[in-house]
């Protein structure tokens, strides 16, 4: 007869997720699978975009010399060079502005930025650590990947099983009360 089907995990509350989701500086050395990565990029691909333009690309670090450049460009964090994948998001400017002018570089920032949360978010789903560094020098970043010129580099996401628990914050959370205005500031 068929085997019955080994059960299933029930699925995170989105709650949960977003509870859960810290950023995760140190790392395993074991491999992230291609199925979870593919899972990743397919989430970040699922993100809102002005227009439906998708503004995003995205490049994938897996090879550990590319990590070690890449990790210089970020001001040598640790990191950068032993998280086993960094997927490294970009923004394609000229995509979003061919449809809103001058507003496209802004907007496919800011879509990009949806797609690297995707990314975050999903990373707790698989039970992957992962953290979005924003501290590059972005020319040194386009230059070791031959980005286009109208294509920028948006945040390196270096992703990995967790060898550290999550940090505690230094600063408190500001009190929702004092960050939500209603109808006037």
């Given at each position: 007869?068929?085997?019955?089907?080994?059960?299933?995990?029930?699925?995170?509350?989105f709650a949960d997720v977003v509870r859960?989701?810290?950023?995760?500086?140190?790392?395993?050395?074991?491999?992230?699978s291609e199925e979870k990565i593919q899972q990743l990029l397919k989430y970040a691909a699922r993100a809102p975009s002005g227009g439906n333009l998708q503004p995003w690309e995205f490049v994938v670090v897996k090879n550990p010399e590319v990590r070690a450049k890449l990790a210089k460009a970020a001001m040598d964090?640790?990191?950068?060079?032993?998280?086993?994948?960094?997927?490294?998001?970009?923004?394609?400017?000229?995509?979003?502005?061919?449809?809103?002018?001058?507003r496209g570089s802004f907007i496919s920032l800011v879509d990009t930025a949806f797609a690297s949360l995707l990314i975050?978010?999903?990373?707790?789903?698989?039970?992957?650590?992962?953290?979005?560094?924003?501290?590059?020098?972005?020319?040194?970043?386009?230059?070791?990947?031959g980005l286009p010129p109208h294509v920028r580099p948006v945040g390196l996401i270096t992703i990995g099983y967790p060898a550290e628990a999550p940090r505690k914050p230094t600063t408190k959370k500001i009190p929702l009360k004092k960050l939500v205005h209603v109808d006037k500031w």
């Amino acid at each position: 007869g068929a085997e019955t089907p080994a059960p299933q995990p029930a699925p995170k509350r989105f709650a949960d997720v977003v509870r859960q989701r810290a950023m995760i500086r140190a790392y395993k050395s074991d491999p992230v699978s291609e199925e979870k990565i593919q899972q990743l990029l397919k989430y970040a691909a699922r993100a809102p975009s002005g227009g439906n333009l998708q503004p995003w690309e995205f490049v994938v670090v897996k090879n550990p010399e590319v990590r070690a450049k890449l990790a210089k460009a970020a001001m040598d964090q640790t990191s950068v060079a032993t998280a086993p994948v960094i997927i490294v998001t970009c923004a394609d400017i000229q995509r979003a502005g061919s449809q809103v002018g001058t507003r496209g570089s802004f907007i496919s920032l800011v879509d990009t930025a949806f797609a690297s949360l995707l990314i975050l978010l999903g990373a707790v789903e698989q039970a992957l650590g992962a953290c979005f560094v924003a501290s590059y020098d972005a020319e040194a970043v386009a230059k070791l990947f031959g980005l286009p010129p109208h294509v920028r580099p948006v945040g390196l996401i270096t992703i990995g099983y967790p060898a550290e628990a999550p940090r505690k914050p230094t600063t408190k959370k500001i009190p929702l009360k004092k960050l939500v205005h209603v109808d006037k500031w």
